[in-house]
């Protein structure tokens, strides 16, 4: 009778266990069809195709994502506000959640996102809003940003691009006070970056701030063209983050903590320029590698890992010492199944590009046509710009990615890359 | 035996209770809400309560101010709008379009339609096209001047519980909008009012 219940109880381990390892298929073909430069096809497998509740917030990212790449922003836009919901709804313990997780891995958990990763559901969504002209709803997602960053702060401050946007969205909806104060926090933490400064003069001037308007220009090293009355402001995206992977920390040989790392790996900042009539154009440049701040944001997770890594090893330990007392071969089964089960939780939002780029490039009003010209080190990608129409006093935005994700081109001509119409 | 198959009923018996008062729990409902009586608030966060509740004092307050000059008939007005300054996507021009329609209904205001300006010179050059005979085009010139602006900002303060061991999260939201009449000829606020909202809402921080 006791063996019968134990082998129940290794039969229903072992269906938990493989229900905790299974991976979404439709989210893993959405996200080949995007890499592979389909984003409508990833956008259609993401709608029609049912995917667990575990990875409902992957899907709504991955969505937002590819619509934004495709151009179809306000559907971006709509599947962000899902994921926002989801996040707050999600946003407690779940005792069965937890419980099956300490006897599995975290796989069996509803996916919530690293914080590094909802701070960047508002950066989009700013791009979006802008790209769609709609600058006070920018500027709410501005404030949604902010509110990250007041409990996370610490953890993602390097990410200068998320807060130039916030800045640029605050100055596009008419409150350059609210910009004011976040360049001058953006210039102190920069170390006075020179595209910044130039943002933070003009915004200062607009506000009346002569004193920190002088102070601001005094960094920058040349005046824009006085002819420059507008301004090309393009959102680049490159390559492809580098996902999770597992480390594990043996204990003894027959022990072992997994638990989630992101790759170390330096990569060279994206190299850019500007070309118009076949001459160099000046242009204010933000660089970001997304990597370097989900990296961060993960490790100030660690201790909560450690944690919960602790916990499950002492209950797995437990449970397998306890059935071997009654069972020695059941014993051993469940802690060979126990071992298999420790497994990293890898999740992430895998479609994010590996460097964000916000580029800036005064231009008069008119008709202009440029070329921009991206290297990552290993590919080096021209982007042709024709005919954007460029209005005084206003910023025309545009929203380009290269590299892995990139929408295919029916005839490519080398690398060469024209943008969606927005 | 006896007392075992009467134990066996009673407990069928109750299984059977278990199992109508578990279905009836998990059935579906919906319900009716009427907007303009029942108050429903699911969440600290704005919602059409606190837009029933902004619109209601802002309509007693213009129905009732002696502020404004109205010696040459109803004030009229054009709106423009209210300027979202909160961190959350609310639709400001359901706020200024109900107290419009409420203003509207008291008889004791004009509107003019910013919002169909442009469409209306396409329907008069249409008509000045040829399409229309003559005596069924409008006369031109004949719009109404607006003597004021109806415009306001929507504000918003929110303040979580910081984080420490406790069972609840709690949050408190702080809304207010300002409003404002401004005459057009002479640049003077003539009315302005305010409508202030604070809410705190509980979750639990533990659930199944």
């Known amino acids: ?422 | 035996m006896i007392l075992s198959s009467t134990w066996y009923v009673g407990a069928l018996r109750a299984a059977a209770v278990s199992l109508v008062i578990l279905a009836t729990g998990c059935a579906a409902t919906t319900r009716t809400i009427n907007p303009a009586e029942d108050t429903v608030h699911y969440d600290a966060n704005y919602d059409f309560s606190d837009k029933k509740e902004i619109v209601s004092k802002f309509t007693d307050s213009l129905l009732n101010t002696t502020a404004l000059n109205r010696e040459s008939g109803k004030p009229i007005i054009v709106t423009y709008g209210i300027a979202n300054e909160t961190s959350e996507h609310i639709n400001t021009g359901g706020i200024s379009d109900d107290i419009r329609l409420s203003l509207i209904q008291a008889g004791e205001y004009r509107f003019v339609n910013r919002a169909q300006r442009k469409n209306a010179l396409d329907e008069a050059d249409f008509q000045y096209a040829g399409f229309v005979p003559p005596e069924q085009r409008i006369i031109e010139g004949r719009q109404l001047g607006a003597n004021y602006i109806l415009a306001g900002t929507l504000r918003s303060i929110e303040k979580k519980q910081p984080k420490q061991w406790r069972l609840n999260k709690r949050e408190l939201v702080y809304y207010s909008l300002n409003l404002e009449l401004t005459n057009i000829q002479t640049g003077e606020v003539s009315w302005a009012d305010r409508v202030e909202i604070a809410r705190e809402s509980k979750q639990p921080i533990i659930g199944w």
């Not at chain 1, 506000?207 to 090293?221: C, N, P, T, V, Y």
Request: aromatic residues 8%; charged residues 20%; proline residues 4%.
């Open chain 1, 1 to 422: 009778m006791k063996f019968m219940w134990h082998y129940r109880a290794v039969l229903l381990c072992a269906a938990v266990l493989l229900q905790g390892c299974a991976s979404s298929t439709p989210l893993n073909n959405a996200r080949n069809q995007f890499f592979s430069g389909q984003p409508q096809a990833a956008l259609e497998t993401l709608n029609t195709q049912s995917i667990s509740k575990r990875n409902a917030l992957l899907a709504l990212l991955d969505r937002g994502l590819i619509a934004h790449t495709a151009g179809e922003y306000q559907q971006s836009i709509d599947a962000f506000k899902s994921a926002t919901a989801l996040l707050n709804e999600l946003d407690y313990i779940s005792v069965r959640e937890q419980t099956t997780s300490l006897v599995t891995n975290d796989w069996v958990t509803a996916y919530k996102g690293e914080y590094s990763e909802r701070l960047w559901i508002h950066t989009f969504q700013m791009m979006n809003f802008l790209l769609l002209n709609n600058a006070e709803g920018a500027a709410v997602e501005a404030r949604q940003a902010l509110q990250v960053f007041d409990e996370h702060g610490a953890d993602l401050k390097n990410d200068w691009y998320s807060r130039s946007l916030i800045a640029m969205s605050f100055e596009a909806a008419g409150k350059p006070d609210s910009a004011h104060i976040e360049y001058k926090k953006l210039l102190d933490d920069s170390g006075r970056d020179k595209g910044i400064a130039r943002r933070a003069w003009q915004n200062a001037k607009r506000l009346g701030r002569a004193q920190d308007a002088d102070a601001f220009k005094q960094l920058i090293e040349s005046e824009t063209s006085s002819g420059d009355d507008g301004e090309l402001v393009i959102f680049l995206q490159a390559g492809s983050i580098p996902p999770k992977i597992s480390g594990e920390i043996y204990v003894d040989p027959s022990l072992y903590a997994s638990f989630p790392v992101y790759p170390d790996i330096s990569q060279p900042n994206l190299s850019i320029a500007v070309e118009k009539d076949g001459k160099n154009k000046s242009a204010d440049v933000v660089n970001v590698q997304l990597v370097d701040i989900s990296r961060e944001a993960l490790a100030a997770r660690g201790k909560g890992i450690t944690t919960k890594q602790l916990l499950r090893l002492a209950a797995k330990k437990n449970i397998a010492q306890s059935v071997s007392g009654e069972n020695e071969l059941l014993g051993s089964l469940l802690t060979v199944a126990f071992m298999a089960s420790e497994v990293a939780d890898t999740r992430s939002w895998e479609t994010l590009p590996a460097h964000v780029s916000l580029v800036q490039i005064p231009l008069s009003s008119g008709k202009h046509s440029l070329n921009l010209l991206v290297s990552d080190s290993i590919n080096d990608y021209s982007i042709s710009l024709s005919n954007i129409d460029i209005a005084p006093g206003v910023k025309t935005y545009r929203s380009i990615r290269v590299g892995a994700g990139a929408p295919r081109i029916e005839e490519p001509i080398s690398t060469e890359l024209t943008l969606p119409t927005p």
